[in-house]
Antibody
């Protein structure tokens, strides 16, 4: 069945780095845009980044621009989020989500992983 | 403060209809489709409505979406207890070159 499984979350000190992974299965990964969305404890959803199906278009929320980097390996059906210079406000559950299509604005996020928790604390 | 504005809460009783609004701008809702998500307590979000008014397979037709100008609405008819959840709208914003979410609406009272 279609699913995505995130990993790589944990506790990191401010200023340090973490790399999240999202392993996809059950669908043609290379045909879909892929997103990262986060949710701070008790708060709403915040979009983080997207990479289109072909890996050539990527966009970021202002809150993470210059610190986070999204990438994908279509040969491994895996999405990544490299998070550098972490801050306390980056503490959240991080979800990977599949775009219904290639990644453009017409595409809702139709499949979500279960999320991985990132805690930034000294 | 979210780019898309939703009421923080809504309530209804079983069988009623409730509507949740989502207000944006010309660069977000005014220029791009709106998508709606349902998040049940302790679970990942689920796509409820895409492209303003389209339902993914498996979503009951009690859920419907509409858009007019820079605002959108989610309507839930025949409310059921399992509809108690948080609901979020989302759209691409051309000015920000970013996806934006509403702050979420908690539906209670069921």
């Amino acid at each position: 069945q279609v699913q995505m499984v995130e990993s790589g979350g944990g506790v990191a000190q401010p200023g340090r780095s973490l790399r999240l992974s999202c392993a996809a299965s059950g669908f043609t990964f290379s045909s879909h845009g892929m997103h990262w969305v986060r949710q701070a404890p008790g708060k709403g959803l915040e979009w983080v980044a997207v990479m289109w199906y072909d890996g050539y278009n990527e966009y970021y929320a202002d809150s993470v621009k210059g610190r986070f980097s999204i990438s994908r390996d279509n040969s491994r059906d895996t999405l990544y989020l490299q998070m550098d210079s972490l801050r306390a406000e980056d503490t959240a559950v991080y979800y990977c989500a599949r775009a219904k299509g290639g990644g453009d604005p017409n595409d809702g996020f139709d499949v979500w992983g279960q999320g991985t928790m990132v805690t930034v604390s000294s | 403060q979210s780019v898309l504005t939703q009421p923080p809460s809504a309530s209804g009783t079983p069988g009623q209809m409730v509507t949740i609004s989502c207000s944006g701008s010309s660069s977000s809702i005014g220029s791009n489709p709106v998508h709606w998500y349902q998040q049940l307590p302790g679970t990942a979000p689920k796509l409820l409505i895409y492209s303003n008014n389209q339902r993914p397979s498996g979503v009951p037709d009690r859920f419907s979406g509409s858009k007019s100008g820079t605002s959108a609405s989610l309507a839930i008819s025949g409310l059921q207890s399992e509809d108690e959840a948080d609901y979020y709208c989302a759209a691409w914003d051309d000015s920000l070159s970013a996806w934006v979410f509403g702050g979420g609406t908690k539906l209670t009272g069921l």
